[in-house]
């Protein structure tokens, strides 16, 4: 599903942000693009837990982590770890 052709080495999840230019937090817009899915597939998606859409400061999106982690085939949203991110 990932295209990493573009990345020498073991590719993880520092490279998946790094060939998709995301922030840690993806707005649900390019949440679609990467994924190559539209809004409804998303919030099917969302529906059954496979990939968790969040509220952040009152915009909704989807932490990267989360993105690589369904992207990448991983199982569902509860086998995977928790994503943690340090306070500002």
């Known amino acids: ?3 990493f052709s573009k990345v020498a080495g073991d590719p993880g999840f520092e490279a998946f942000v790094r ?3 995301l922030p840690a937090f993806v707005p649900l817009k390019r949440v679609c693009e990467v994924g190559g899915f539209g809004r409804t597939k998303l919030y099917e998606l969302n529906s059954t ?3 968790v859409i969040r509220d952040l400061e009152g ?3 989807v932490h990267a982590a989360e993105l690589y982690w369904f992207l990448s085939g991983a199982p569902a ?3 995977r770890p928790a994503v943690v991110y340090a306070a500002r």
């Open 19 to 21: 060939v998709y230019n």
């Open 1 to 3: 599903m990932l295209d």
């Open 77 to 79: 949203a509860e086998g």
């Open 59 to 61: 915009k909704r999106g």
């Open 49 to 51: 837990k496979k990939l």
